[in-house]
């Protein structure tokens, strides 16, 4: 798969992000590390016939991740699997490295260039994969998922953004849209209503505010927090999806309108006070968790966030709705998405112990659907759950989200999966510093594109 290659838009996805129920196979079948051949082996290390078999490697999987937060449902799913798979192989050690995004991706930057790549690590689809693939870091696990039936058990075309030369390197955990999660009580304290406008926003972010109500929060410390609200934007003021890709294409370059627009309204929201003080020193958790306390009346993020916020303080008696991101100017569709199909494990391809950590890896993709379900947490995973979410009792909030997945006609990847990094860093600062200082919008735009044509 190449950049040009790359058609990260349209109605393609709207089929992969189709929320589908029918049975997976979840629970998997457990994969062992022990020693014993055919003849099967007894507790003592003794086979049927009688002779005595080395007692199985004591080995140690390191598991880097990014699901830090302990009250997270995917946190506590990860922990079950990993807990049942040691006391089901005994001899096998997993050393979980828990790591919010952004400290992820700079610890795997340097690994990386040392050659010193985790046994599991953590990826993201297209064009940030691409390096490390390039660098021959990781193992194709084609092979691995014919076992068991695990490739069966993803979304149809999800593993597509994580194949290189017909070449599986990756194994996605999600598969997500971009939504705007609000707080009724505050919303209804505030004296507004769900925006349908990106004016109408505006006015009521300036209303909560007035009122003393935090109108938004993000974590932008972690920069593609914003970016992945500004491609929203973009997405609206571009008249639908496409953009990046038409500048990847020299039909555009970053100085469209479009794109000037997509600043300038990025713009109003941070003088319209639209977020907290301090934005940029709060990352993804500390951001997110100012709205799961009850302090906020928005909060725009991917679909993934769901799980945390349904099981969060802010949620009960059913006071978290969600609604589409709105027109930009009477521009775009809101049945148009961010679409964000998510991390994914790799395994390192100079793993010491490269097959246990592929039969690992499978049991955890196995026993995924499955748990994700049971904690709450399988809104926007990247495979096919088997079960009633409002039987499970998942809450109305999570059943709305489900709904919107029914609605997606197409949208756009996040900036970071499309172009290439030293292109995206140029972006990513840019927009971060739309946070703590006016700029004007033109020269924000020219300085990108100047980026774009040093590395192209």
């Known amino acids: 798969m190449t950049k040009k290659k790359m058609k990260w838009f349209g109605m393609a996805m709207t089929g992969v992000l189709?929320?589908?129920?029918?049975?997976?196979?979840?629970?998997?079948?457990?994969?062992?590390?022990?020693?014993?051949?055919?003849?099967?082996?007894?507790?003592?290390?003794?086979?049927?016939?009688?002779?005595?078999?080395?007692?199985?490697?004591?080995?140690?999987?390191?598991?880097?991740?990014?699901?830090?937060?302990?009250?997270?449902?995917?946190?506590?799913?990860?922990?079950?699997?990993?807990?049942?798979?040691?006391?089901?192989?005994?001899?096998?050690?997993?050393?979980?490295?828990?790591?919010?995004?952004?400290?992820?991706?700079?610890?795997?930057?340097?690994?990386?260039?040392?050659?010193?790549?985790?046994?599991?690590?953590?990826?993201?689809?297209?064009?940030?994969?691409?390096?490390?693939?390039?660098?021959?870091?990781?193992?194709?696990?084609?092979?691995?998922?014919?076992?068991?039936?695990?490739?069966?058990?993803?979304?149809?075309?999800?593993?597509?953004?994580?194949?290189?030369?017909?070449?599986?390197?990756?194994?996605?955990?999600?598969?997500?849209?971009?939504?705007?999660?609000?707080?009724?009580?505050?919303?209804?304290?505030?004296?507004?209503?769900?925006?349908?406008?990106?004016?109408?926003?505006?006015?009521?972010?300036?209303?909560?505010?007035?009122?003393?109500?935090?109108?938004?929060?993000?974590?932008?410390?972690?920069?593609?927090?914003?970016?992945?609200?500004?491609?929203?934007?973009?997405?609206?003021?571009?008249?639908?999806?496409?953009?990046?890709?038409?500048?990847?294409?020299?039909?555009?370059?970053?100085?469209?309108?479009?794109?000037?627009?997509?600043?300038?309204?990025?713009?109003?929201l941070v003088d319209a006070g639209a977020f907290q003080d301090g934005a940029t020193s709060f990352d993804y958790n500390a951001g997110e968790n100012l709205f799961k306390t009850g302090t906020a009346a928005m909060y725009f993020m991917g679909s993934w966030a769901t799980g945390g916020i349904e099981t969060a303080e802010v949620s009960k008696d059913g006071n978290v709705g969600v609604f589409q991101f709105p027109t930009v100017n009477g521009k775009g569709n809101p049945d148009e998405f961010m679409l964000a199909p998510g991390s994914a494990f790799a395994i390192s391809k100079d793993s010491k112990h490269l097959e246990e950590t592929k039969a690992f890896l499978n049991y955890f993709m196995l026993n995924f659907p499955k748990e994700a379900f049971e904690a709450k947490g399988a809104v926007g995973i990247a495979q096919n759950v088997d079960g009633d979410f409002k039987a499970a009792g998942y809450s109305e909030m999570a059943m709305n989200v489900l709904d919107l997945f029914k609605k997606v006609q197409g949208g756009d990847l996040a900036f970071d999966n499309t172009m290439n990094p030293a292109v995206t860093q140029v972006h990513l600062s840019g927009t971060q510093s739309l946070f703590v200082e006016k700029k004007d919008a033109a020269a924000v735009a020219k300085e990108l594109q100047a980026a774009y044509e040093e590395n192209k």
Not at 89 to 117: G, R, W
Not at 132 to 144: Q, T
Not at 217 to 241: A, C, H, Q, Y
């Open 18 to 268: 189709a929320f589908s129920l029918s049975a997976c196979g979840g629970g998997g079948s457990t994969t062992t590390n022990n020693a014993g051949g055919d003849g099967g082996t007894t507790d003592s290390g003794t086979t049927a016939a009688g002779t005595t078999e080395p007692a199985a490697e004591n080995i140690t999987i390191t598991f880097q991740n990014i699901y830090p937060d302990a009250s997270d449902p995917k946190n506590q799913m990860m922990k079950k699997i990993v807990d049942q798979y040691q006391k089901d192989n005994p001899n096998v050690t997993i050393e979980l490295d828990s790591l919010n995004t952004d400290q992820q991706k700079l610890k795997l930057k340097t690994q990386a260039a040392s050659k010193e790549v985790p046994d599991i690590t953590v990826v993201n689809p297209a064009a940030q994969m691409q390096p490390f693939v390039d660098a021959d870091l990781f193992a194709p696990l084609n092979d691995m998922v014919e076992e068991n039936g695990l490739k069966d058990t993803f979304q149809s075309g999800i593993l597509d953004y994580y194949t290189f030369d017909n070449n599986l390197y990756a194994l996605p955990d999600g598969n997500n849209i971009g939504v705007v999660y609000y707080n009724k009580k505050l919303m209804e304290e505030g004296g507004v209503e769900v925006p349908t406008t990106f004016e109408e926003m505006i006015e009521a972010i300036k209303t909560l505010k007035s009122k003393g109500i935090q109108p938004m929060v993000l974590g932008e410390k972690d920069t593609w927090t914003g970016s992945f609200l500004f491609m929203n934007i973009l997405l609206r003021t571009n008249g639908g999806p496409g953009f990046l890709q038409d500048v990847l294409d020299g039909k555009k370059t970053f100085e469209d309108p479009a794109y000037v627009d997509a600043i300038t309204a990025f713009q109003q």
